[in-house]
Every structure is written in C-alpha cells, then in structure tokens.
C-alpha cells in the first residue's frame, strides 16, 4: 500500500542527523525555551523573510496568538474560509472573535477576492490561508485590506516557503501562523508552531503570552498562558529547516509527473505555483475513484470532508451560501504527497489513477 502521507519517510531520509539533534538536546539539561529554540526562531525567521519568529506549542495556538497580538480589539469580526482545516476557525474563536467565512475561488481553493468586495463587515480583519501549499490571492487580498485598514493574518499552515512575487508567505501580513505538525511540508516529531512578524510590537506581545505574560520572571504584565515551542521539536526542526527546500522540490517534481500523466483524463487537476502540501484532484464519482485506487494499493484523503460552516460548532459564522467550498468538499480527493515518494511508487500512482479514471468514464 502506497500510504497517502507518511511522516515516518521524512524521519527515516534523515535520521542520523535527528538522532545526533536529539542527543544534544537530552545532554543539555535544557528542554523548555532555551539555545535550540532561540537558533531556530532565527533561523526561521531569514528563511521566511521577516524580523521575528516566536516558538509556540502548535498551529493553533499561532494562528491565535498572532490574532490577539496583532488584531485590535474593534476589529471583532474575523474574514476567512470554511474550505481549510477547522483549526483555522478554532483559533479565531479562542482569540474571541466572531469568524465570518466565507466562499473559495474554484480556480486556486483559496479566499476568494470577489467575496471580500461583497462583505460589508467593518471593522474587520483577514485571515487568508495558504490551502495545499498554494498562496492566497495576496496582492488582491493585501489590496482590499489596506482601503478597509484591516488587518491580514495569513495561515500558513500548509504553506512553508511558498512564494508570491518572489516572497515567503509569511511575511506579508501584520503577522502569519505556522504549524509544525508531523505532515506539514515543515514537520516535527510532535506538536510545534511559530508566529512570524515584522513588527517589533506583535512579536514582543506574543512572547510575553507564551509564557503567563512574563517580561521578567515570575511577574505577569499581561495575561498569558502557557504556549511553548520545546527544545527538542526546535532541534529536530532546525534539521528539517536545512532540507525544506529540497523536500519541496521534490513535492513540486511529483506534482509535475501527476499533471504529465492526467492530462488527457476527465479530470480537475490542482493549480501550479504552490508548494503542494496536497495534491488535490476533483472527479464527481469521488468516493468510487477513492474506493477503485484503494483496492490498486493507492491510499487517499479527503481534506476536508465537512467544510467548516457545515460542523455544527460553527454552523452560525456563514451568512452566504458557500457553492464553491460545498462543491469543492464533494469531489476533492488527495493523492499520496511527500517527498519521499520513490519514481517507482509515483508511477504506480499514475497507472492507477489512470485506470480508476477510465474505468469510472465507461460506467464502471
Ligand atoms: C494544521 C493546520 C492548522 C493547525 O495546526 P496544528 O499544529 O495542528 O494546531 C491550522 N491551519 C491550517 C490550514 C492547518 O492545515
């Protein structure tokens, strides 16, 4: 069975090296907020292109502490999509905002520009994410923004080391999230996240809410919490950081041997430009193609299967019909993505794609 991710692989390509990571974390005596964690924020911190990184314990928790840095508290409502991974809503509502999601552009899945003219919310903020590895429509997007003075905060969860005009995401927005879970195109060997900003003000606020809002220790001057990125996930990424682009090359590699070999089937292939966290086709017998590709040893996702504005903890923060992301959520399907897939495997992919395909247009 050819897995559908398989973060095991990435530990294996370069496990001495996240060995010998690990035992200099475990001889140092230091495990929470020290060297490890320092090195990588700026480390990170020049990939991406901004002035800070903050270490924090997940995704999550960036996204919404980026939000209560960066967002000032009249821009109570929160502009973003259902077609992402319910994360994306969780950390607006743990930041106390009210989300207002709304549709994707079926070109690219991601916030559509278009939706944004419609709304009439104000004072609001943005928060675009960067679905599969494919940046946002950001020069739209950072365009309406700024005639709306709303803030943006990019999700970039599953977007390490995209570019836009020659720029991470990341560093566009008043801030941006990442996530480091173990599948993400930058992944530890556990939980992990990180806060980027250019703003010397942000970055200082999320420090301080990491850690029970402690400038000095031992005296809050704010009220935090415990959000932490630890010294042996900091270790083990600093490793991964050094192969990111690499890893991404190859993820850009298979992508182009899967458009080469589905060219001519009836099928939606997924946008190039991104850095294909996910590749993601669209067929309207989904779940046969899912059910034929399995029994060829192909494993698949759905990502997502329940838009967000369909989950019945967020089912009020929608106030348009979402075509486009319901559509979306019937059809998608993802096929096995990550660099370690072998030309051997990626063929086989291809052939039973091919056939699963074909089958389905004779009435299969
Ligand atoms: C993974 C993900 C998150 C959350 O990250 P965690 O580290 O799992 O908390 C947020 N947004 C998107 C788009 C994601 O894919």
């Known amino acids: 069975m050819i897995p559908q991710t398989d973060p095991g692989a990435s530990y294996r390509a370069h496990q001495s090296e996240i060995d010998e990571a690990i035992r200099r974390v475990t001889a ?61 809503v969780t950390a607006l509502v743990a930041a106390g905002k009210t989300p207002r999601m709304l549709d994707v552009h079926p070109a690219d899945y991601t916030l559509n520009p278009d939706a944004l003219n419609a709304n009439s919310d104000a004072p609001a903020f943005v928060v675009p994410v960067h679905l599969y590895g494919q940046p946002a429509r950001l020069r739209e997007i950072l365009d309406w923004a ?73 005296i809050s001057d704010l009220h935090g919490g415990n959000s932490r990125l630890d010294e042996v996930q900091a270790a083990i990424l600093r490793v991964k950081l050094r192969h990111l682009d690499s890893a991404n090359a190859r993820r850009i590699e298979i992508a182009r041997a899967y458009a080469t070999a589905f060219a001519d089937l009836d099928l939606s292939l997924p946008p190039t430009g991104g850095v294909f966290h996910q590749y993601v086709i669209r067929h309207p017998r989904r779940d046969s193609l899912r059910q034929s590709l399995e029994l060829q040893g192909v494993g698949t996702s ?5 838009p967000i504005h369909r989950q019945p903890a967020y089912a009020g923060f929608a106030t348009t019909e979402l075509d486009v992301t319901d559509e979306l959520a019937r059809t998608l399907l993802c096929l096995p993505m990550y660099p370690e897939l072998t030309d051997t495997e990626v063929e086989r992919v291809c052939h039973a794609v091919r056939h699963a395909v074909s089958n389905l247009d004779l009435g299969g």
């Open 146 to 218: 700024a005639r709306h003075e709303a803030p943006v905060i990019e999700d970039c969860a599953q977007a390490h080391g995209a570019l836009v005009d020659g720029r991470r995401v990341g560093s566009f927005g008043a801030a941006a999230a990442f996530s480091f879970y173990p599948t993400k195109n930058l992944g530890a060997l556990g939980d992990g996240g990180a806060v980027v900003t250019n703003s010397d003000e942000v970055a200082e606020r999320v420090r301080l809410l990491r850690m029970y809002g402690w400038r000095q220790r031992y």
């Open 302 to 306: 759905v990502l997502y299967p329940v």
């Open 28 to 88: 140092s005596g230091r495990y929470i907020l020290g060297p490890e964690v320092e090195a990588f924020e700026s480390e990170f911190s020049a990939y991406i292109g901004v002035r800070h990184c903050i270490g924090v314990a997940n995704g999550t928790d960036a996204l919404r502490l980026a939000i209560e840095a960066a967002v000032p508290a009249e821009a109570q409502i929160g502009l973003t999509v259902s077609m992402s991974a319910t994360a994306t």
